[in-house]
């Protein structure tokens, strides 16, 4: 794959060093990093006695998790930047997981209409998805990322020295995001990556399937940046994840982002294996590499007509009422804007159910 | 100047049918027009009668005027557009103002990370203006556009048809933008600019001066689209007018944006003869015309300190504490990034309380 197009993300673990040249580089009126509450106590410490950036930066503070992503939060940051006199000349440096990535991203490109920013994701998943790609966002009207923006991070900067410090469901919340970049790519990456577990922590060899990951996503957001057509094979398992992700948050119960990613593929294969005669000793694969490493999410048949609805909000759907899905002819051979129609994803979920044992 | 880049902007007397046209173009999946509670009782219904598009369009309204121009204001059009389930294929039309426009287009912009729109200016500020160069935004934290995008209309239509209907007080408001623009372009355009009075109700000539004066934004904008340097240019006499309209509103008395804009004017010309010798006849003419025009603000030097710490939040101050002035050496010579002090601005106001017959 091409990777030429790959220099603002660094894969370093002299993290600080890292941050304190790309800082210097850009000359700032005044620095300043968002955290939220976890990455506040755990990591701000820290990077303030490594990094003489982060040292000199003004935090900025939010609550964490998924269901804090909101206009009040955005608004927050907003108001920390002007209180604080940012200038177009400041820069923002967003220390933590895919909220605070995509939260702290889509505020400095609308403060002043765009402020430079750094992208310093603190978990797998925020490392091999949210920071690099350029989707700013937030969660809106019960819908996530409803609104955001299109815009680069001057640069990412990715080291496992956080991954230590992250539990066995974040890491796998992350690994399900990598699963997904293998079954865009090939038949060859998806079995490799089927091969490894998160809890064999094993530091370099994450790294480096991590960074092919990287490299898979980085080559289709390279050649599609506004999600014109094929960067829409990264929706892989996306509609129906982000489904199952507002129904849990309804039952007041939020699950990690790539849990749903996880179950999301497991229904796309299945739609995948219906249309388009997806093997289905792959499908299998997934099902059972799925159900053994994250469960299930279980859901009842009452709740199809909800979700159904939900679905029909996904940003990628062209026209109301339809359903526009990406699926994959085989692992490597994706099929983008395929019209589904909610029998089909109906069949899709009861099968789902049978695959994960919730039937 | 190079008008080759200006095929978004359309002048016609033939408004609903470009409209229509327009929308057609994009096929779109829903449409959507933005209107405040004046375009709403004034325009929308003739052009629902006039327009198939807007007769089929979803409305959506919001209160009137700069200081709703807000956060709240924001996220009630997102939460329309999302009710109504409008998809990446919407369109939405901005039928208004400068205050439509502005937060239409960052709406649209930021909605699903970004559908089409088309402004439809319904003032003559709007039109030589707000609804053309890709700036969007909302006021916030006390501040003029503190938040917003740089974003294409994908149409910007400008028709004098609806200029008929306003008030000299919203005639003279764009008008100042014109001066403006006219003194960016040349001495020759200037002075052709303060032959012309709003009261003489002469349409074909202000359609002429529109057009001209429109172009002159759009070759700047074309070379500069971010604002990276040369744009700044269109920033003439806007640091003080901004801080001016804060202030009003914070009197509860806010003034027309052109209104501030042309005081803003005559403190950019006392400082551009302070610093450039701007010749004085020159300045004299552009204070008269404003005096007689527009009259003036009223400030006391007790509000000095208060108007400078406003101005240095201005977005072209590149470090805090400092105040980037675009002034000018000539007519059509711009100088921009020039940096005044707090003396010479202070200096520069008492200088305008004299020339508008405040002191």
Same sequence: chains 1, 2.
């Avoid at 923006?149 to 796998?172: E, G, H, P, Y």
């Avoid at 060899?205 to 999600?227: C, F, G, H, W, Y």
């Avoid at 026209?319 to 395929?338: E, H, K, M, Q, S």
Wanted: hydrophobic share 40%; charged share 20%.
């Amino acid at each position: 794959m091409d990777t030429s197009k790959t220099s603002n993300t660094v894969f370093t673990n002299h993290v600080a060093e890292e941050i304190d040249a790309t800082v210097s580089s850009l000359s700032p009126s005044g620095v300043f990093v968002l955290v939220d509450r976890n990455t506040e106590d755990t990591v701000l410490p820290r990077m303030q006695m490594l990094s003489k950036a982060i040292a000199s930066a003004t935090p900025i503070s939010i609550a964490p998790g998924d269901d804090n992503k909101t206009v009040d939060a955005l608004t927050h940051v907003w108001k920390q930047l002007s209180d604080n006199h940012a200038t177009r000349s400041s820069v923002l440096i967003n220390l933590g997981g895919g909220m605070v990535t995509d939260l702290g991203s889509f505020a400095a490109s609308t403060f002043k209409r765009g402020i430079p920013f750094i992208n310093v994701p603190t978990t797998l998943l925020a490392a091999v998805d949210a920071s690099v790609g350029g989707k700013t966002g937030i969660n809106f009207n019960g819908l996530k990322n409803e609104v955001g923006t299109f815009s680069d991070a001057r640069k990412v900067i990715i080291s496992t020295m956080f991954f230590n410090t992250l539990s066995m469901t974040q890491l796998r919340s992350g690994y399900a995001e990598m699963l997904k970049h293998g079954l865009i790519d090939s038949g060859q990456t998806f079995n490799t990556l089927l091969a490894y577990h998160v809890e064999q922590q094993d530091t370099d060899r994450l790294l480096t399937l991590l960074k092919d990951s990287v490299a898979v996503k980085q080559a289709i957001v390279d050649q599609d940046p506004r999600e014109a057509g094929l960067r829409r094979a990264l929706n892989l398992g996306h509609t129906v994840a982000h489904a199952f992700e507002s129904v849990a948050i309804e039952r007041k119960s939020p699950i990690p982002h790539g849990y749903a990613v996880a179950y999301g593929l497991v229904v796309a294969a299945v739609l995948s294996h219906m249309k388009f005669d997806f093997p289905s000793t792959e499908l299998h694969k997934l099902s059972d590499y799925v159900r053994s490493n994250y469960g299930a999410f279980a859901i009842t048949c009452d709740e199809y007509p909800h979700l159904l609805d939900i679905m029909s909000h996904d940003k990628k759907n062209l026209y109301p009422d339809t359903f526009n899905f990406t699926l994959l002819r085989a692992p490597g051979d994706v099929a983008t804007d395929t019209l589904v129609t909610p029998a089909e994803i109906t069949a899709a979920l009861d099968i789902y159910r049978d695959l994960l044992g919730l039937a």
